[in-house]
């Protein structure tokens, strides 16, 4: 086990940045949006989901008039700032899927993996240069408990057509060797990586090539309903626009009624300096595979494109009255259990630095994965709690709020999914008591070979429960 000096020590020299960002390639904000204004659709949100709903959008109906509105520059928050997994599932995982729509995981998952085929085909068509790799990922075990958790999933996959293969402990370190590694789940098809900021300023330029008017640093003040159109109020204008798609992420909606339905969550990351030719040997992992551990506070890590290695997941932290601050994106105490925790996984590379530290804001929803919903006679669409999952099913979600904007009949519409509401989040107290009550025995499962208690129990049966 590495020593405290040592793990603190690889910390002293990070820069409290998030690594995609950290980019000269990031382009200038556009200007802020000042004066009246009209358009077909405005777009809230500069993230993922609101610059792929701009872009579909124009790919559908290329006369559409477009704005997008973002209150600081496209891809700044969560787009910017996560481990840049882009899955297939649309369900936060088959598991949670399964678990809440049995009868419609079959098309979830086939709709998922077009989505991933067609994320790729935009990727190429426009030129985004986002380092887009299909790996696969391993979900490994780390003990006893979490690989017969694993062979049980693989059977239950196996059984719908989905291609996964359990490994054993010599297998799966024969592709990345970490001595805490009993075995894992293969999936080969349905994970691809990205540099995630580069994904968001390249899904930026290609909205701009296509005529979709961008204003940034142009927060959303609120929202007027007409009988025909709605008025979208910034700080020195406003947009009158038949059409509105929310695709505001954690921060609060200017549709108020949704805000009960999302809470904030803060995950954070390192990322260590570019592994030498030596490292890497070290480890193996020639096939550059997503990893994600099996425990119920689990990691997520990947290599990028210069073979750095992004380590991240662990703590989700919740603020009371869902706090949303700047400085919530930092958490020295998280960073050196995460660092601690990156040398126990591999030791062989005692001595490297990271050089970035950084966190994001997580929109979570109660079932764990996108929902949606519309308001003013079907005029405004948006879609929210993605829940640290969403990179891939934001261009689902996307395609969803268009169809409902237009009042389509589609294969997308017609999903349990799309039409049910997660449960509201209760208020506070009881919202920040239920979190950390839910935090501290998901944390005691891990150390009690995953056996859930009482409390856990209960939210399982309520479908609250979060089974990736």
């Not at 704005?67 to 700032?81: D, I, Q």
């Not at 994970?191 to 994904?199: D, I, S």
């Not at 005029?379 to 969403?390: D, K, N």
């Not at 856990?456 to 609250?464: E, N, P, Q, V, Y």
Request: net charge negative.
């Amino acid at each position: 086990m590495t020593s405290t000096t040592t793990h603190l020590r690889a910390l002293a020299d990070a820069a409290p940045t998030p690594l995609w960002l950290d980019d000269p390639a990031a382009p200038a904000p556009a200007p802020a949006l000042t004066g009246a204004a009209t358009a077909d659709l405005v777009v809230v949100g500069g993230g993922y989901t609101g610059l792929w709903t701009a872009l579909r959008a124009k790919e559908r109906e290329p006369a559409r008039d477009v704005v997008l509105l973002e209150a600081r520059t496209c891809g700044w928050a969560a787009s910017g700032r996560n481990g840049g997994f882009v899955a297939s599932s649309l369900t936060h995982g088959f598991l949670n899927g399964h678990d809440r729509w049995p009868d419609e995981i079959r098309t979830l998952e086939r709709l998922g993996v077009d989505n991933l085929d067609a994320i790729g085909a935009a990727v190429d068509t426009y030129g985004i240069d986002c380092a887009f790799e299909r790996t696969g990922e391993l979900d490994v075990a780390t003990q006893p408990w979490q690989l017969d958790d694993l062979r049980a999933r693989a059977e239950l996959e196996t059984s719908y057509g989905n291609d996964v293969t359990v490994l054993d402990a010599d297998a799966t370190r024969a592709r990345v060797d970490s001595p805490t590694y009993l075995g894992a789940l293969w999936e080969p098809h349905g994970t691809a990586l990205v540099e995630p900021a580069r994904l968001a300023w390249g899904l930026r330029r290609a909205c701009l090539d296509l005529g979709v008017r961008i204003h940034e640093n142009t927060p959303v003040q609120g929202l007027t309903a007409g009988e025909h159109t709605s008025d979208v109020r910034t700080p020195y204008g406003r947009v009158t626009a038949r059409h509105i798609a929310l695709a505001t992420n954690a921060f609060p909606s200017p549709l108020r009624r949704v805000r009960a339905y999302v809470i904030p969550v803060y995950d954070y990351c390192l990322a260590t300096e570019p592994l030498t030719d030596a490292q890497r040997e070290a480890i193996g992992w020639h096939g550059r595979e997503g990893i994600a551990d099996s425990a119920n506070q689990f990691h997520y890590y990947r290599l990028t494109h210069d073979n750095r290695i992004v380590w991240g997941g662990y703590d989700t932290i919740y603020h009371y009255a869902n706090g949303l601050r700047d400085e919530l994106n930092h958490r020295p105490r998280t960073y050196a259990t995460l660092a601690r925790q990156f040398f126990e996984t591999f030791p062989q590379l005692e001595g490297i630095r990271f050089t970035h530290t950084w966190g994001g804001v997580i929109d979570t929803s109660t079932r764990f994965c996108v929902f949606f919903g519309s308001a003013h006679g079907k005029r405004l669409s948006y879609a929210a709690g993605f829940t640290g999952l969403g990179v891939g099913a934001t261009r689902f979600a996307a395609d969803t709020m268009l169809d409902l904007l237009h009042g389509d009949d589609t294969e997308r519409t017609r999903l349990r999914m799309v039409r049910d509401k997660p449960l509201p989040f209760p208020p506070e107290p009881v919202r920040w008591t239920g979190i950390q009550l839910t935090r501290r025995s998901l944390d005691r499962a891990d150390r009690t070979d995953g056996r859930r208690n009482l409390w856990l129990r209960t939210l399982d049966k309520c479908g609250l429960g979060f089974n990736v």
